[in-house]
């Protein structure tokens, strides 16, 4: 009990004078009754609406339900919405809106860029909090890349930007005062990436090969 109100101390410490995390945190704390519930509608709700902070929600998981299971619930619910975002706008593109969106000069650059370099960008990109995820979302939607390799590399980049901010907190100086810290964040990072690497290579192969039987 008491390691927990010190837990939630250092958390109130890290965002002190943040309306909007001291909100969360009681937000959380008052709807525990209701499992694991908020825990994974937060981040799930912020793939919709990414102005709200999705560091937040994610420290505060990792206060109210431990560093294990906030990690779960923030991947589950942050992962769930992505996927559904990603879904919903390759969905749409029989939309002349859309379509119109698409074919925009910038926007087709960065699709050629995904199609040709594949997983590997999207992974990194994912990797770290502050890139622009949700239009990571909407710009993949828009490409080639077929449905496996999207969510393969939503699962695993998620799952190391999510592990390094309930693992480093939202101070960036933490790097620096803890090298040990740094130091797994990065093996997290090529781990994932060297297993991305090859669930997306035996992908890659299985398409191959169905496509040579159907010849």
């Known amino acids: 009990m008491n390691e927990d109100v010190s837990n939630l101390d250092e958390l109130q410490d890290m965002i002190s004078d943040s309306v909007v995390g001291d909100f969360i945190i009681q937000l ?3 709807y525990g009754g209701f499992g694991p519930i908020p825990g994974i509608l937060l981040p799930f709700i912020e793939a919709f609406l990414p102005f709200l902070p999705i560091i937040v929600f994610i420290l505060a998981n990792s206060i109210v339900y431990g560093l294990v299971m906030g990690f779960l619930l923030s991947w589950a619910g942050s992962l769930a919405g992505a996927i559904i975002v990603f879904v919903l706008v390759r969905k749409s593109e029989k939309f002349r809106w859309v379509r119109r969106i698409k074919y925009q000069k910038h926007i087709q650059k960065i699709t050629t860029f995904f199609d040709r370099r594949g997983f590997t960008p999207l992974f990194l990109l994912l990797c770290f909090p ?6 990571l979302n ?3 939607a828009f490409t080639k890349m077929s449905i496996k390799q999207v969510i393969l590399a939503l699962a695993l980049g998620k799952a190391v930007m999510i592990f390094s901010v309930s693992y480093v907190g939202d101070s960036i100086t933490s790097f620096a005062e803890e090298p040990v810290k740094t130091i797994i964040v990065g093996i997290a990072i090529g781990l994932f990436w060297i297993i991305g690497k090859y669930i997306e290579k035996r992908i890659q192969t299985d398409v191959e090969r169905e496509d040579g039987e159907t010849t």
Request: charged share 0%; net charge neutral.
């Open 138 to 140: 909407v710009v993949v």
């Open 130 to 135: 502050f890139s622009p995820s949700a239009l």
């Open 28 to 30: 959380l704390q008052f």
